[in-house]
Each structure stands twice: as structure tokens, then as C-alpha cells.
């Protein structure tokens, strides 16, 4: 019983993650009928599992971390300002029924952070899952791939010919490339630390599909972004050198260079003179606010009506109707929409997060190149949405950080020598 409930945790999870892939990168619809997606039935397969698993196995429905309680105390507070906005403030929907499904749409993300935690019980259901994540990853790069040079006629991915950028499996590609910054230091980190000769080949040409569709978006928020979490995971690296840790910095820096120039002169020649219009041109022809693509000025607005509304925002999900555009900043969407309060409850989940990754790490060192990786990526992901905002991508970070986390809480619990506080 045992066995069987552990495989069902898992192949449900991976259900989810193959409906975001199926839905989000490939357009498959299962019906015309509104709420009734596969995404929809493989989330509410994971709470009946987490639900049926609590009642009848007597599991905890709630096992402690640090993050439940703000991810919790978020969602709450947006739900009433949901509610205050759509009756008392500038409503985004025309029924509350709808302005619900759109509030539940928005944060089914920190919900499935919740689920995942609490279905998962051993470090071998976490590890198959980090596993299946880097084969999304690299599944999801070939349908770019495939998708922005005509070889298979994907809805999602758009190559802009005079540009040479993609959208991407996720039809944006500023939202790609975060995604892709978002686990791209997390394979590489594994691949300079895993002992299989076969595996480590393996996450290197992950890692090369990784950069070239990293180039192929022409994000410079994206770039930016790996650039951060590779230097960060370089960083943590030179903690306590020795001859194996210098030699690994070594290999490490000669595998990311070889990885960058040969993925970059892998590319068209309309991407690579898009990227050196768009990060080199651009910057020396343009002043700060057209090289942004306008998000300054944008950004300069949010700020005007946050400072006008400080407390509690202009109201749930009113960036756009106050402003005419979107935020293209996660930040400073929350900081304008659901105020002090609300941005203050959000950057405390990446706060715990980052909290609750760096002491596991200290704890848990047989697992550190996937605390490493993780972390780097997270950093990565953080300066990513600073230029964009985020939808489908947080579907997998949610995935990814639940299972880090996990990971970690098991590993104090086989610790003998520390006690979870």
C-alpha cells in the first residue's frame, strides 16, 4: 500500500506537469468548456490525493515548513482584496463567479507549492522528480527548437524573422527565458557534482539546448538573469576551497564558456544580429527609457499609484486598467495592487524560501549540488520577473521549490544531531 501510494504521488504530479506542457507549449484544448481543462483535472487530482491521503492514512494534511504560513496568510489577504476590489474598487471581471476563477487561476501556484510538500514522503520520490523536471526542461527547449525553425508547426512558438527571436514553448519570450534561468544553473550544478560520466553528458547537452534558447529569445532580462545565478553558484563554489573544489571551478568555468560561444554561434544569423541590436546597439543609441522598451515609464506610474494607495494597493489585478499596460515587473505589481501589505507578505515567501534552502545545505551536504543549483536558480528566477510578468513558468517553480524544500525537511528529520525549530 505503501509503494502504491508513493508511485500515485508521483505520476500525478507528473499528470500536472505534462497538462501544463500539453496546454501551455503545444495548445492541446481537451474541451470548449470554460474550467474544464486537463490542467484543471490533473490539480484537482493532486488535492483529492492529498485530501483522501490525510483521511484515510491518518498522514498530517499540513507538514511543517516555513513557508506554509505566509504562502497561506498571502492568499487569504488577496482573496478579501479580491473581493473589496470587485465590489467596492475597479472591478476586473464582469461576475464575481468569474473574478473567482481568474483569483484561483492567478494563485493555483502557491496552492500547488502546498500539495506537492504533502504528498511527497521520501528522498527517492524527490530526486525521480527533480529528474523528471530537467526532462521537461529539455522537452520543452526541443518544441522551440522544432517550433521556431518550421520543422513541427507548434500554436505557441513564433520566430520573429527580422528579430530571430522565439516566443518560446510558453508563446512569450520573456517569460521563457525565465524559465529557462530558472533551471539552467540547477544542470549544471548537478553535472560538475554527479559522479555518472553518462549523466553528466547528459546534463551538459541539457545545458546546451539551455543557452542556445536562452540566445534564441533575445531576452536581456533572461540573459541577465543566468549570468546572476551562474555567478552566484561560482560564488558558492569558492566557500571553503580545497584542491577538488578549485579543480571543479576550473571544469565548471572552461564547461560554461565552451557552452555560451558554442551555443551563441550555433544561432541564425538573424538572431545572432538581433542580439547584437537588441543588447549592443540598442544601449549605445537609445537613452535608458527606450532601451527598457518603455517598462520605466511604466514602472514610474505603478510607483505614482502605490504612493497614492500605500496600505492596500489600487486593488486586485487593476495594473493594466490603471495603467493601460501590464507592470512587466512581478515587484512592482504587487506593490501597487495589493499594497505594503500585500508586497510585504510576497517577498516573504522568497525570503523564507532563500532562509530554509541555506540552512538545509548546512545540514544536508550529501544533497548540496541540488541545494546549489536550486538556489542559483532561484536568484536567477527572482531577477528574471523583475522585467516581466510571470504566469506558466511559476507552475514549475512551485514544483521545484515544494520538492528543494522537501528535501530538506526529511533531511533534518534523519539528521541526529539537529532539531527542526
Not at 30 to 55: D, H, P, Q, R
Not at 201 to 221: A, E, K, Q
Request: glycine share 6%; charged share 10%; proline share 1%.
Amino acid at each position: 500500500m505503501i509503494f502504491f501510494t508513493k508511485l500515485t504521488s508521483f505520476l500525478i504530479i507528473i499528470f500536472f506537469l505534462a497538462s501544463i506542457t500539453l496546454e501551455r507549449a503545444l495548445g492541446f484544448s481537451m474541451t470548449s468548456i470554460k474550467g474544464l481543462s486537463l490542467k484543471n483535472i490533473s490539480f484537482y487530482s493532486i488535492f483529492l490525493f492529498w485530501f483522501f491521503n490525510g483521511a484515510i492514512f491518518k498522514k498530517p494534511f499540513f507538514e511543517k515548513n516555513n513557508i506554509n504560513f505566509y504562502i497561506i496568510f498571502f492568499t487569504v489577504y488577496c482573496f478579501f482584496l479580491m473581493l473589496f476590489t470587485h465590489y467596492f474598487g475597479t472591478p476586473t471581471s464582469s461576475s464575481i463567479k468569474s473574478a473567482i476563477i481568474q483569483f484561483k487561476s492567478t494563485m493555483d501556484y502557491l496552492l500547488l507549492f502546498i500539495l506537492i510538500f504533502n504528498i511527497i514522503d521520501d528522498v527517492i520520490q524527490v530526486k525521480f522528480l527533480f529528474f523528471s523536471l530537467i526532462i521537461f526542461f529539455l522537452f520543452l527547449n526541443i518544441i522551440t527548437i522544432l517550433g521556431s525553425f518550421g520543422y513541427v508547426s507548434f500554436s505557441k512558438v513564433v520566430l520573429n524573422e527580422s528579430l530571430g527571436r522565439t516566443s518560446g514553448a510558453f508563446g512569450e519570450s520573456n517569460q521563457y527565458a525565465a524559465y529557462i534561468s530558472l533551471f539552467l544553473p540547477f544542470c549544471i550544478s548537478i553535472a560538475i557534482n554527479h559522479k555518472s560520466l553518462i549523466y553528466k553528458s547528459f546534463l551538459i547537452f541539457v545545458s546546451f539546448i539551455g543557452f542556445f534558447c536562452l540566445f534564441l529569445t533575445g531576452s536581456r532580462g533572461g540573459v541577465l538573469a543566468v549570468f546572476v545565478g551562474l555567478f552566484f553558484l561560482l560564488f558558492i563554489f569558492q566557500k571553503n576551497l580545497n584542491i577538488l573544489i578549485i579543480i571543479k571551478l576550473l571544469i565548471f568555468t572552461f564547461l560554461t564558456i565552451i557552452l555560451l560561444i558554442s551555443s551563441y554561434f550555433l544561432l541564425p544569423e538573424n538572431s545572432q544580429l538581433g542580439i547584437e541590436r537588441n543588447f549592443i546597439s540598442r544601449a549605445n543609441e537609445e537613452d535608458i527609457s527606450d532601451y527598457s522598451s518603455g517598462r520605466i515609464e511604466i514602472w514610474e506610474k505603478g510607483l505614482s499609484l502605490f504612493f497614492n494607495n500605500p496600505i492596500f494597493g489600487t486593488g486586485w489585478q487593476t495594473f493594466s486598467k490603471k495603467v493601460g499596460v501590464s507592470s512587466h515587473n512581478e515587484y512592482i505589481h504587487y506593490l501597487t495592487t495589493t499594497g505594503i501589505i500585500g508586497f510585504f507578505l510576497f517577498i516573504s515567501i522568497f525570503i523564507k524560501l532563500f532562509q530554509s534552502v541555506i540552512k538545509y545545505r548546512l545540514i544536508d551536504y550529501n544533497n548540496i549540488e541540488f541545494y546549489n543549483g536550486y538556489l542559483s536558480g532561484f536568484l536567477a528566477f527572482l531577477v528574471a520577473i523583475f522585467f516581466v510578468n510571470m504566469h506558466t513558468p511559476y507552475y514549475f517553480f512551485a514544483a521545484f521549490s515544494s520538492l528543494i524544500i522537501k528535501l530538506g525537511v526529511i533531511s533534518i528529520k534523519n539528521s541526529s544531531n539537529y532539531q527542526y525549530a
